[in-house]
T-cell receptor
Framework: GQNIDQPTEMTATEGAIVQINCTYQ??????LFWYQQHAGEAPTFLSY????GLEEKGRFSSFLSRSKGYSYLLLKELQMKDSASYLC??????????????FGPGTRLSVLP | ETGVTQTPRHLVMGMTNKKSLKCEQH?????MYWYKQSAKKPLELMFV???????ENNSVPSRFSPECPNSSHLFLHLHTLQPEDSALYLC?????????????????FGPGTRLTVL
């Protein structure tokens, strides 16, 4: 079956660093995505990993270990505007025309002053 | 503004009504998606269209009927819905690479339609 796990909620302080973990078990793997979703808004793309290792984009970094079925999103220098839900999603088909995306439940991050 | 628009933004309907949700993307993408987002549940992929052809249908009840007349427009026709179908319905689009290699396939989401079934 398809299963993606994330912590339900996390709290951190402005200026701090937070790591949001994601573990997955899917029938196939062809990339892992992180999206940010503010309350009442659409998800927006943050990062994409298909090979093992760390991808860095400004204050946000994402790590992938395919052998462990594990990823994390690292947010540095937290700002109040980073309070949102963070969604982990796996694309579980290997060909370009089969795009089945499985989303985790999301992690609601609250950044406190 | 992501380049994906959805109408209406809010919809209240009875179980015997027929309504349609509309999605339009202005990004020149070749793939479009319908998702359902319910409270306390993960985002669920409902339908995928590549080049106007439906390629995924994740066991969605027949009371939801998608239509993709061209690569820029996507509809979700609704009829005889149940109260448990109340949710946020999100449309997304992406550009799928057509010649070899892995497509990043970043999805751009619309703002969603908040549906309430009475």
């Amino acid at each position: 079956g398809q299963n993606i796990d994330q912590p339900t909620e996390m709290t951190a302080t402005e200026g701090a660093i937070v790591q949001i973990n994601c573990t997955y078990q899917t029938s196939g793997f062809n990339g892992l995505f992180w999206y940010q979703q503010h309350a009442g808004e659409a998800p927006t793309f943050l990062s994409y990993n298909v090979l093992d290792g760390l991808e860095e984009k400004g204050r946000f970094s994402s790590f992938l270990s395919r052998s462990k079925g594990y990823s994390y999103l690292l947010l540095k220098e937290l700002q109040m505007k980073d309070s949102a839900s963070y969604l982990c999603a796996v694309r579980d088909r290997r060909d370009n025309y089969g795009q089945n995306f499985v989303f985790g439940p999301g992690t609601r991050l609250s950044v406190l002053p | 503004e992501t380049g994906v628009t959805q109408t209406p933004r809010h919809l209240v309907m009875g179980m015997t009504n027929k309504k349609s949700l509309k999605c339009e993307q202005h990004l020149g993408h070749n793939a479009m998606y319908w998702y359902k987002q319910s409270a306390k549940k993960p985002l669920e992929l409902m339908f995928v269209y590549n080049f106007k052809e439906q390629t995924e249908n994740n066991s969605v009840p027949s009371r939801f009927s998608p239509e993709c007349p061209n690569s820029s427009h996507l509809f979700l026709h609704l009829h005889t819905l149940q109260p448990e179908d109340s949710a946020l319905y999100l449309c997304a689009s992406s550009q799928v690479r057509t010649s070899g290699g892995v497509s990043t396939d970043t999805q751009y989401f619309g703002p969603g339609t908040r549906l309430t079934v009475l």
